[in-house]
């Protein structure tokens, strides 16, 4: 089990739209490259979208246009010399995949687009990322030392020989809109409640990362969280299609997700190590047709003192 900073919390919780740049420069495909010279130059911008209809038809980089230099290809246009096959993400993702996406591919920027309509929304860039993570810190510094301050600590006010809470959330498969939205319940309850913040940063991440899995394979399901004064206990049941290898669904970037859920910036694979890392134990069983059973235990007396 590992530290869980701040940080690394955030990029689960924050989405792209909420870091990226909607105050950008694009450009169309028939814009010619001694025009994209000025613009380069006057902007100071290593790159731009190409866009047509407000949607990305290719995107154009300083390093394209240098080699169109050295030929001497001035009269031609961007559509002859853009990137066409271009990566992009949707505005709706969570941050932690455009840091991914950033580390797989070694971009210096993404275009962002609607998963409504895919019209180009946003530019994304590493600062751009550095930037939001900052500006939530500073809330969250904030808000965290109100709730501290105001906080019932449910466990230490109450006497009993035994206290137990039972928290349940229902998720909804293939509904990618609503992905995320019970851990993020959860996680302000577990604030509210008082537990230590390590904690529930721990809580947070897995169960996200559980609640992606089920919303990407699954129909549904079911995410309950039980607490006491020792630990959090999480159970995640789903009637799907199981898992044929639970060995290798374990392995890091092993994904059994169809084409159309990575297309929507999920699947990556890295979902049951990632809860496995961040947890104290974790009971994984599933059947072929009938559906997986997912438990994990994070304890309080393996809580250690939060960095950021």
């Not at 990305?56 to 990137?83: H, P, W, Y």
């Not at 505005?91 to 309509?117: C, M, N, W």
């Not at 089920?214 to 009637?239: F, L, P």
Request: some cysteine; proline content about 3%; hydrophobic content about 40%.
């Amino acid at each position: 089990m590992r530290t869980v900073s701040k940080t690394q919390e955030l990029t689960y919780e924050l989405k792209i739209q909420d870091v990226m740049d909607v105050d950008f420069m694009t450009i169309e495909s028939s814009v010619t490259v001694k025009s994209l010279r000025e613009i380069l130059r006057k902007k100071r911008i290593l790159g731009i979208p190409v866009v047509e209809a407000g949607r990305v038809v290719g995107i154009v980089s300083i390093e394209d246009f240098i080699k169109c230099m050295e030929q001497g290809r001035l009269d031609e246009t961007v559509a002859n010399i853009m990137t066409k096959d271009v990566v992009k993400l949707f505005s709706d993702e969570p941050l932690i995949h455009a840091i991914q996406k950033f580390d797989e591919y070694g971009f210096s920027r993404f275009p962002v687009i609607s998963r409504k309509d895919e019209k180009l929304v946003g530019i994304v860039t590493k600062i751009d990322i550095i930037r939001g993570i900052l500006k939530k810190l500073e809330r969250v510094y904030k808000d965290e030392e109100e709730r501290i301050y105001r906080a019932s600590h449910i466990f230490n006010d109450i006497v009993a020989d035994k206290l137990s809470m039972e928290l349940k959330y229902f998720v909804e498969g293939k509904n990618f809109d609503k992905a995320g939205e019970a851990s993020t319940a959860l996680k302000k309850t577990l604030n509210r409640l008082g537990l230590p913040p390590e904690i529930v940063r721990r809580v947070a991440i897995s169960s996200y990362e559980a609640e992606i899995n089920m919303v990407s394979y699954t129909d549904g399901g079911e995410i309950t969280a039980y607490i006491d004064s020792n630990q959090v206990r999480m159970t995640y049941i789903d009637q799907g299609p199981g898992i044929p290898d639970i060995e290798k669904a374990l392995e890091p970037g092993f994904s059994t997700a169809p084409g159309w859920v990575r297309e929507l910036g999920f699947g990556a694979g890295m979902g049951l190590p990632n809860i496995k890392k961040f947890t104290d134990e974790m009971t994984l069983k599933s059947v072929v047709g009938e559906g997986t059973r997912l438990e994990t235990v994070i304890r309080f007396d393996n809580y250690v003192a939060e960095d950021t």
